[in-house]
């Protein structure tokens, strides 16, 4: 996905198929990137980290989430920053959508690889 100048809509970007449980739309500016998730309950983020920040907001569902040690179930209309280098993990509750902000934008989704650290449970 190239980056975006100027106006767009979600329902415009074309959605990626991560795994049975998880799909991805996602775009990008030259310094930041929006990732927009819809998972299925039982879909795993197991323990990873990069060199992004990392904005993370619930809209829907819930998400069992933990950020170095500390854990939390988040909801729609909570928020989390997560530093860059710091380990966390995640798993759907239930079926959720959420929005992540990425700072830089990540190379990895950029060049279309899809995440390794997305299990299903």
Same mark, same amino acid.
């Given at each position: 996905?190239? +980056? =975006?100048?100027? #106006?767009? !809509?979600? *329902?415009?970007?074309? +959605?990626?198929?991560?795994?049975? &449980?998880?799909?991805?739309?996602?775009?990008?500016?030259?310094?930041?990137?929006?990732?927009?998730? *819809?998972?299925?309950?039982?879909?795993? #983020? +197991? %323990?990873? !980290?990069?060199?992004?920040?990392? @904005?993370?907001?619930?809209?829907?569902?819930?998400?069992? @989430?933990?950020?170095?040690?500390? $854990? &939390?179930?988040?909801?729609?209309?909570?928020?989390?920053? =997560?530093?860059?280098g710091v380990e966390?993990?995640?798993?759907?509750? $239930?079926? *959720?959508?959420?929005?992540?902000? #990425?700072? %830089? %934008?990540? $190379?990895?989704?950029?060049?279309?690889?899809? %995440?390794?650290?997305?299990?299903? !449970?």
């Amino acid at each position: 996905m190239p +980056a =975006i100048k100027g #106006f767009s !809509s979600l *329902s415009a970007i074309p +959605a990626e198929q991560i795994n049975e &449980k998880t799909v991805r739309k996602f775009i990008s500016g030259e310094q930041g990137m929006l990732v927009w998730w *819809s998972g299925k309950a039982g879909s795993v #983020f +197991a %323990p990873h !980290s990069h060199p992004h920040e990392q @904005i993370v907001w619930m809209i829907k569902g819930k998400l069992q @989430i933990r950020i170095g040690n500390e $854990e &939390k179930i988040m909801v729609p209309g909570d928020v989390a920053v =997560i530093p860059g280098g710091v380990e966390h993990a995640g798993s759907y509750v $239930e079926d *959720s959508e959420l929005l992540d902000v #990425f700072a %830089p %934008p990540r $190379e990895d989704f950029l060049a279309g690889v899809p %995440p390794s650290y997305i299990k299903q !449970s």
